[in-house]
């Protein structure tokens, strides 16, 4: 497959992701939107070109592993499962229900297809480092991926990770930052300024670049340039918009976890039909 009709193909996924998300939110008027909304195209990038899984062996050993350590975007996550044939579609009814095999944060426990349980942020390099050198020890070349929040680098347990890591020189592992510049108290810049992140991952050692986060090539031509890197650990900053897509979302300070009305979510909705038809002529005539 050439190049542009991939893109044309993963941009459909990400169109496709971003609608059976707002779906799943809105079946229950409620969630994490900004979070799940700005983590879409890296998704769709991963499970549609890069990341090695089959989801009729969820449990193959030399499969890549994902840890989305910003648990929050369990629900596009989730979307992404679903779409790809983990579980059927039906069961994104579940997400936030009493006893639902989704809940708010992802589950390794509970959901077919999660790698690994998170939502307790910080702790989700530590978990993505175990699994790299896992691999490493027992000789499987595969990658694991880690999504981390922007605000969650405040946690020094990130940066401890991110040492260690780089003293490893874990060439597997692969990181996206889902630098969205928000988190759940506000702007990041006002609760904790991180600064440059690309430096500072940089000056820990690692390999890093900052590429537009809602870009698909983009973001497959820096996972592929990470994977060229063998003897050091990869930072890919994904310059986004939290709640990206969403109008009742995009650009709202309080979009982390929010209520919205059946009205706002509908025509949400509307509008990612007409974007995911719109990606799928532009596929079709290519």
């Given at each position: 497959?050439?190049?542009?009709?991939?893109?044309?193909?993963?941009?459909?996924?990400?169109?496709?992701?971003?609608?059976?998300?707002?779906?799943?939110?809105?079946?229950?008027?409620?969630?994490?939107?900004?979070?799940?909304?700005?983590?879409?195209?890296?998704?769709a990038?991963?499970?549609?070109?890069?990341?090695?899984?089959?989801?009729?062996?969820?449990d193959?050993?030399?499969?890549?592993?994902?840890?989305?350590?910003?648990?929050?975007?369990?629900?596009?996550?989730?979307?992404?499962?679903?779409?790809?044939?983990?579980?059927?579609?039906?069961m994104?009814?579940?997400?936030?229900?009493?006893?639902?095999?989704?809940?708010?944060?992802?589950?390794?426990?509970?959901?077919?297809?999660?790698?690994?349980?998170?939502?307790?942020?910080?702790?989700?390099?530590?978990s993505?480092?175990?699994?790299?050198?896992?691999?490493?020890?027992?000789?499987?070349?595969?990658y694991?991926?880690?999504?981390?929040?922007?605000?969650?680098?405040?946690?020094?347990?990130?940066?401890?990770?991110?040492?260690?890591?780089?003293?490893?020189?874990?060439?597997?592992?692969?990181?996206?930052?889902?630098?969205?510049?928000?988190?759940?108290?506000?702007?990041?810049?006002?609760?904790?300024?991180?600064?440059?992140?690309?430096?500072?991952?940089?000056?820990?050692?690692?390999?890093?670049?900052?590429?537009?986060?809602?870009?698909?090539?983009?973001?497959?031509?820096?996972?592929?340039?990470?994977?060229?890197?063998?003897?050091?650990?990869?930072?890919?900053?994904?310059?986004?918009?939290?709640?990206?897509?969403?109008?009742?979302?995009?650009?709202?300070?309080?979009?982390?976890?929010?209520?919205?009305?059946?009205?706002?979510?509908?025509?949400?909705?509307?509008?990612?039909?007409?974007k995911?038809?719109?990606?799928?002529?532009?596929?079709?005539?290519?």
């Amino acid at each position: 497959m050439d190049l542009e009709k991939e893109l044309l193909d993963i941009k459909v996924a990400a169109e496709n992701i971003r609608l059976v998300t707002l779906e799943t939110l809105g079946n229950i008027g409620f969630g994490h939107v900004g979070g799940a909304m700005s983590i879409v195209e890296a998704l769709a990038v991963l499970y549609y070109s890069e990341l090695e899984c089959d989801p009729k062996r969820p449990d193959w050993a030399q499969r890549d592993r994902l840890v989305m350590s910003k648990g929050h975007a369990g629900p596009a996550l989730y979307a992404t499962l679903s779409l790809k044939g983990f579980f059927p579609k039906e069961m994104l009814l579940e997400l936030n229900q009493g006893g639902g095999r989704l809940p708010s944060h992802c589950d390794m426990n509970k959901t077919i297809g999660v790698d690994m349980t998170t939502g307790s942020l910080g702790q989700g390099i530590s978990s993505a480092i175990g699994l790299a050198m896992g691999a490493r020890l027992n000789s499987i070349e595969n990658y694991t991926y880690l999504v981390l929040g922007d605000g969650e680098c405040n946690e020094g347990q990130v940066w401890e990770g991110v040492i260690f890591a780089a003293h490893q020189k874990l060439g597997s592992l692969i990181t996206f930052v889902d630098w969205n510049k928000q988190q759940l108290d506000g702007f990041t810049k006002d609760i904790m300024d991180m600064g440059n992140l690309e430096e500072k991952f940089k000056a820990f050692g690692w390999h890093t670049v900052t590429v537009d986060g809602h870009d698909p090539g983009k973001i497959k031509a820096a996972i592929q340039e990470a994977k060229a890197i063998k003897d050091k650990p990869s930072a890919i900053i994904l310059d986004t918009i939290k709640g990206y897509g969403c109008d009742f979302a995009q650009g709202v300070e309080a979009n982390h976890h929010m209520n919205f009305t059946k009205e706002q979510m509908d025509e949400a909705i509307d509008k990612q039909v007409r974007k995911l038809e719109e990606a799928r002529k532009a596929a079709q005539e290519r």
